[in-house]
């Protein structure tokens, strides 16, 4: 493997489709497109590792941490709902993660054992929370039973200032 490629290895596959685009102006799409095959598989082979651990492990709130930190990426929320070990809860609590960790945050609210912000959930109009409640319970609730107290709270505060 040459330097380059080595090096392109590395990068995510949302930079390797962008370098594709390069390449293909630049007119060495093909081994681009080799090298962007390669950091995909590469990717898909890191998430099924984790989400391998994760079912492996037992359970401990430091499991959960480490969860969260993966669900970062698409490729390990895609590979623990297709794991026929998870059920379709851990399936939306993987999506929660992940849309809690790629959202934006609005707000924070001061609770009982820390300070938490509040997220608007990537592509869903709902708000999520980096306490443990809602990370748990709530990201995976009942219509109606999704918003922890922080979120409530936050909801309120903004009603009186408008
Ligand atoms: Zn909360």
Redesign the pocket.
């Known amino acids: 493997m040459t330097g380059l490629s080595r090096f392109l290895c590395e990068l995510r596959s949302k930079e390797a489709s962008r370098l594709s685009a390069l390449g293909e102006a630049a007119g060495f799409a093909h081994e681009v497109a080799g090298i962007a095959h390669m950091v995909h598989s590469r990717e898909k082979r890191k998430a099924a590792k984790r989400s391998d651990r994760f079912f492996r492990e037992d359970s401990s709130p430091k499991k959960w941490d480490t969860f969260l930190e993966h669900a970062n990426r698409k490729s390990f929320v895609k590979q623990v709902a297709r794991d026929p070990r998870g059920d379709d809860k851990l399936a939306r609590h993987a999506d929660s993660m992940n849309r809690l960790m790629s959202g934006r945050a609005i707000g924070r ?1 001061k ?1 009982r054992t820390g300070t ?1 912000k509040i997220i608007k959930l990537r592509g869903k109009k709902q708000l999520g ?3 443990a ?2 990370r748990y319970k709530r990201s995976v609730a009942a219509k109606g039973k999704q918003d ?4 409530v709270e936050f909801k309120a505060r903004a009603k009186t200032a408008s």
């Open positions: 609210v609770g938490y929370c980096t306490c409640d809602w922890c107290r922080h979120i």
